[in-house]
């Protein structure tokens, strides 16, 4: 016998666009970073 659902499809809407969010935020942060100093991934990728 299934228990009835506790609004999880409203809780993985919330949790779905707070991930957007952040990985959104952090994308921005590394692309911003990556414009003011373009040498910043060079010792990475060993270019």
Same mark, same amino acid.
């Given at each position: 016998?299934?228990?009835?659902? *506790? ?13 957007? =969010?952040?990985? @959104?935020? *952090? ?13 910043? =991934?060079?010792? @990475?990728?060993?270019?």
């Amino acid at each position: 016998m299934a228990l009835p659902p *506790f609004k999880q499809n409203q809780l993985g809407k919330i949790l779905l666009g707070v991930s957007i =969010f952040f990985v @959104v935020l *952090f994308a921005v942060t590394l692309i911003m970073n990556w414009i003011n100093n373009p040498d910043m =991934f060079t010792p @990475v990728f060993g270019s």
